[in-house]
């Protein structure tokens, strides 16, 4: 019987999943394939060193620059059709390219949970960019693999679920979780830490260890608090300390700094 070689994934897909622009079902099939394609993890792997390496040599402040000052640069004469904003660096990967437009985008317009690509899964707070946007995917464990959960999916006391994360492009992060008893979980950074997390800011990135839901009723509801920039800690605990103790912990948003933005995920507990 004659075995069949893997089909290559193109190079628009590689980009699309080390962004993370997939929804999460689609994105875990994506990287299944592309795991099991001769060379693929490594070509993934190179494409996510490539992005970082980018966004290290142009930071990010001279990036919005750059691209807000050559949006408000009026034409030499009217295009024919829409084009986009080519960096002043000659050719970059795609990588830095999404980075440009996301941030560069004004700060006027209040986003919903549809980033690029489509629908995504979690319940995104009002932000300061639109486009690429930060977001969590859970998983539940199912034997020897993974069931990508879906914002409000049912879940019970003793399901184990596996957090990943996508920064979009922010470097520094948290994630908490509330429960509907009103107590706080701390997952990303570990306990003792003072500052939020650095965060790979590209590609889906899988937190260490699972968690196990214990029998608090209604919900559990994760938080991912990201930004650009390091942060304190205890602001963002303090912020979910205070949601939590609320009527509003269901369905309310932290009490944050301008500068930081969140996404949540709730899981909706079974009796």
Same mark, same amino acid.
């Given at each position: 019987?004659?075995?069949?070689?893997?089909?290559?994934?193109?190079?628009?897909?590689?980009?699309?999943?080390?962004?993370?622009?997939?929804?999460?079902?689609?994105?875990?099939?994506?990287?299944?394939?592309?795991?099991?394609?001769?060379?693929? /993890?490594?070509?993934?792997?190179?494409?996510?060193?490539?992005?970082?390496?980018?966004?290290?040599?142009? /930071?990010?402040?001279?990036?919005?620059?750059?691209?807000?000052?050559?949006?408000?640069?009026?034409?030499?004469?009217?295009?024919?059709?829409?084009?986009?904003?080519?960096?002043?660096?000659?050719?970059?990967?795609?990588?830095?390219?999404?980075?440009?437009?996301?941030?560069?985008? /004004?700060?006027?317009? !209040?986003?919903?949970?549809?980033?690029?690509?489509?629908?995504?899964?979690?319940?995104?707070?009002? !932000?300061?960019?639109?486009?690429?946007?930060?977001?969590?995917?859970?998983?539940?464990?199912?034997?020897?693999?993974?069931?990508?959960?879906?914002?409000?999916?049912?879940?019970?006391?003793?399901?184990?679920?596996?957090?990943?994360?996508?920064?979009?492009?922010?470097?520094?992060?948290?994630?908490?979780?509330?429960?509907?008893?009103?107590?706080?979980?701390?997952?990303?950074?570990?306990?003792?830490?003072?500052?939020?997390?650095?965060?790979?800011?590209?590609? !889906?990135?899988?937190?260490?260890?699972?968690?196990?839901?214990?029998?608090? /009723?209604?919900?559990?509801?994760?938080?991912?608090?990201?930004?650009?920039?390091?942060?304190?800690?205890?602001?963002?605990?303090?912020?979910?300390?205070?949601?939590?103790?609320?009527?509003?912990?269901?369905?309310?948003?932290?009490?944050?700094?301008?500068?930081?933005?969140?996404?949540?995920? !709730?899981?909706?507990?079974?009796?």
């Amino acid at each position: 019987m004659n075995s069949q070689s893997p089909r290559r994934t193109p190079d628009w897909m590689l980009e699309r999943i080390a962004l993370g622009e997939l929804p999460p079902e689609e994105l875990a099939a994506a990287r299944e394939r592309l795991a099991q394609e001769p060379g693929g /993890p490594e070509r993934l792997a190179a494409l996510e060193a490539d992005g970082r390496a980018t966004l290290e040599r142009l /930071p990010p402040e001279r990036v919005a620059r750059e691209v807000e000052a050559r949006f408000r640069r009026p034409p030499a004469r009217a295009p024919a059709r829409p084009a986009w904003v080519r960096p002043a660096w000659g050719l970059v990967p795609v990588l830095a390219t999404v980075a440009l437009f996301v941030l560069a985008r /004004p700060p006027a317009e !209040t986003t919903t949970g549809e980033g690029v690509g489509g629908p995504v899964a979690g319940d995104f707070e009002p !932000t300061r960019s639109k486009g690429l946007l930060p977001r969590l995917e859970v998983h539940r464990q199912r034997g020897q693999g993974g069931e990508a959960l879906a914002d409000g999916s049912p879940v019970a006391a003793g399901d184990r679920v596996q957090l990943s994360y996508i920064a979009a492009g922010r470097t520094h992060g948290v994630i908490v979780s509330v429960d509907g008893r009103g107590a706080v979980t701390l997952h990303v950074p570990e306990e003792g830490m003072t500052q939020a997390a650095a965060l790979s800011p590209s590609g !889906t990135q899988r937190v260490g260890g699972s968690y196990e839901l214990d029998d608090a /009723p209604r919900f559990e509801r994760f938080f991912l608090v990201t930004a650009e920039h390091p942060f304190a800690l205890e602001p963002v605990l303090a912020a979910a300390r205070t949601l939590a103790a609320s009527a509003d912990a269901h369905t309310g948003s932290l009490s944050l700094a301008e500068d930081l933005t969140q996404v949540s995920f !709730t899981l909706e507990k079974q009796r």
